[in-house]
């Protein structure tokens, strides 16, 4: 067990009843969320500001956190999406020329807790047995039986829309490396046009995008496919985004829409989509995959890629109807990592070409999307 600094007495507890006790190193109050963990030894700050994060509680399994501080340019989102973070230790005098914050500064300025001390590797493998499940941490309060009562309101992921609370209230365009919601055409001197359908987009999907010649048009998860080809895209991207994929129909049903007007890129939770779109069914992952070094081989080129991963459902390869092609494969359980829809020209991957944090492996999806706008792929 992790040796505790002097500071505010902090619990995590369990819905299988096992409790962990810690110290509260930023934040106070409690949260309530799924509880999982990720195995990054790097890349805190794009986690926290991961919307796909919502209602979970982060367990990071390397021992260290923090060392780097935070700054202006790594952030996946306009904020912390995530309900708890969760260290074994905190490290709060950061050092790199790029920090502009702690880590503690970054999590309270958005109302979040933070807590140290606790066995990481102790969570981590309990949810690796037993699967991730929901949990409770408090700087609060402190009896077992009050904290159970509360953790048995929370209902869970399965079945909920969480999508509506991450996207974007109103379409914007992507400009300069950053979202300008005052711009309603697309910028000028783009060869291709990209409509992103926001379902919890990660900032560097739009920069990989825009640093390949794209203008970028960024989608509320509710409009239709009616408005967004009144735009005259020459693409759809399909972003990430939290929650269950089965709780998503209208999302589902735009997805449809687009099917065979476009060229059509999914990625994690829209391969998902695209999955459901196509007749498929998603189910969950015991633990789900959370972290930059999952193996992925590409059966097309016969590569093995290490890639950036943050899901806990997957699409059932074999429920999905039509021409379909099974293109990527996760090593570690044999789980969907891609699958293509050659005629539709259509594609998705279940892992981030986009990184961020992680390995560059796969950032030639977003090469083979230009060239499908291109007409330069079947």
């Given amino acids: 067990m992790a040796v505790l600094r002097k500071g505010r007495k902090a619990v995590l507890l369990l819905e299988d009843g096992s409790v962990w006790w810690g110290q509260a190193f930023a934040g106070s109050g409690e949260a309530v969320g799924e509880v999982v963990f990720n195995t990054g030894l790097t890349g805190y700050q794009e986690v926290l500001t991961d919307p796909s994060y919502k209602d979970q509680i982060v367990v990071m399994t390397y021992p260290m956190i923090g060392n780097y501080g935070t700054n202006d340019e790594d952030m996946e989102s306009a904020g912390i999406y995530l309900e708890g973070f969760i260290v074994k230790e905190y490290h709060g005098r950061p050092s ?14 958005w ?3 933070g807590i140290e001390g606790i066995d990481t590797r102790a969570v981590t493998r309990r949810i690796r047995i037993y699967g991730a499940m929901r949990g409770i941490v408090s700087s609060e309060d402190f009896q077992i039986d009050s904290l159970t009562r509360k953790l048995s309101r929370y209902p869970g992921l399965v079945g909920r829309d969480l999508v509506r609370e991450v996207t974007s209230r109103v379409p914007y365009v992507w400009l300069n490396g950053r979202p300008c919601p005052d711009l309603k055409r697309w910028p000028e001197g783009k060869h291709l046009r990209v ?6 987009v990660k ?3 739009l920069r990989m995008l825009e640093e390949r010649g794209c203008g970028v048009m960024v989608f509320p998860a509710f409009s239709s496919a009616e408005e967004i080809l009144s735009h005259q895209p020459d693409g759809v991207l399909l972003s990430n985004g939290p929650g269950d994929p089965a709780a998503l129909p209208y999302v589902v049903e735009t997805a449809r829409r687009l099917l065979g007007q476009v060229p059509i890129f999914g990625i994690c939770l829209g391969h998902q989509i695209l999955g459901q779109a196509m007749g498929g069914r998603t189910e969950k992952l015991k633990f789900g995959h959370h972290g930059v070094n999952q193996p992925v081989k590409n059966h097309l080129s016969g590569r093995v890629e290490i890639t950036s991963q943050n899901h806990g459902f997957v699409v059932i390869p074999g429920s999905v109807a039509g021409e379909v092609l099974a293109t990527h494969e996760n090593l570690n359980d044999r789980t969907s990592e891609g699958i293509s829809y050659p005629r539709l020209r259509a594609f998705s991957v279940q892992y981030h070409p986009e990184a961020s944090p992680g390995p560059h492996d796969a950032a030639y999806l977003f090469d083979y999307f230009i060239d499908l706008m291109k007409g330069l792929k079947a």
Avoid at 195 to 200: E, K, P, S, T
């Fill in 96 to 109: 790199n020329w790029r920090s502009k914050r702690t880590l503690k500064d970054f999590l309270e300025a």
């Fill in 111 to 113: 109302g979040k807790i």
């Fill in 195 to 200: 409509a992103v359908l926001d379902c919890g």
């Fill in 203 to 205: 900032f560097n999907i």
